[in-house]
């Protein structure tokens, strides 16, 4: 496997910030019908799921990358519920409901193989490579 140097690289931030741009029409969509604080809970959502891939990679620790890839696993989590209530309250179709909420179930089992993986590594991270 190829030794991956920046976040920009891995695949699920990749997939994040795809997901990402979708959700900026949509939370504009929100906004046209005053639905505010809805459109700010799903930037907020989206955007969170890269910004803790990064910041996880960031901190140059297996374990604390692990942890915050959990949280980003959560976000998109709470992203999908949010779908839900955009095809609920007919912002979106059944077709754009699917092809979103397909992304972001791939970006959620990409991100649990992604820390299944870095569970079985032994590789400490930068931060502890020294530390006994």
């Known amino acids: 496997m190829a030794t991956i140097l920046k976040f920009e690289e891995l695949e699920i931030w990749q997939l994040a910030k795809e997901i990402y741009k979708l959700i900026v029409p949509l939370a504009e969509k929100l906004r046209k019908n005053k639905d505010y604080r809805f459109a700010e809970q799903m930037k907020s959502s989206s955007g969170s799921v890269m910004d ?47 092809d979103l909420y397909q992304k972001a179930e791939t970006l959620s089992s990409k991100t649990a193989s992604f820390m299944n993986y870095l569970n079985s590594s032994t590789h400490k991270g930068l931060k502890f490579k020294d530390r006994q």
């Open 52 to 98: 803790n891939i990064a910041e996880g990679f960031e901190r140059s620790s297996r374990l604390e990358f692990i942890n915050s890839l959990g949280i980003a696993k959560g976000e998109t989590g709470e992203l999908k519920s949010q779908l839900h209530r955009c095809k609920i309250d007919g912002y979106l179709h059944e077709e754009e409901f699917s």
